[in-house]
């Protein structure tokens, strides 16, 4: 198993080589995607992408935490975080090694 991070230079290189696109095209198309992923998360939608798996955002509501050094009690603030679901699709695939 390799630790390589993919980027999004990655993703646009995959792009050029499979489609055909010049460079600055792969790399626009690429942009527009996680653009569009982003600004629909933002609006409180959810993303699903067919046999990859689904976004979504989620509101934690205030708690208290505890620093683990020294034992003092902080309140942690509500939040909204960011869920991904990867579809069944996906776990068999990563569990095939393909």
């Known amino acids: ?5 993919i980027t999004r ?5 995959s ?4 489609v ?4 600055n095209e792969s790399s626009d198309l690429v942009e527009l995607v996680l653009e569009e992923i982003s600004k629909s998360l933002i609006e409180g ?3 699903k992408i067919s046999s990859f798996g689904s976004f ?3 509101e934690k509501g205030e708690r208290i935490g505890r620093n683990p050094k020294t034992g003092v009690e902080v309140p942690i603030l509500p939040r909204k975080v960011l869920v ?14 393909q």
């Open 1 to 5: 198993m390799t630790n390589r991070t």
């Open 9 to 13: 230079a990655d993703l646009a290189e």
């Open 15 to 18: 792009v050029y080589e499979q």
């Open 20 to 23: 055909g696109l010049s460079r």
């Open 45 to 47: 939608k959810n993303v």
């Open 56 to 58: 979504s955002i989620r």
């Open 84 to 97: 991904f679901r990867a579809s069944h699709v996906l776990k068999d695939r990563i569990n095939k090694g």
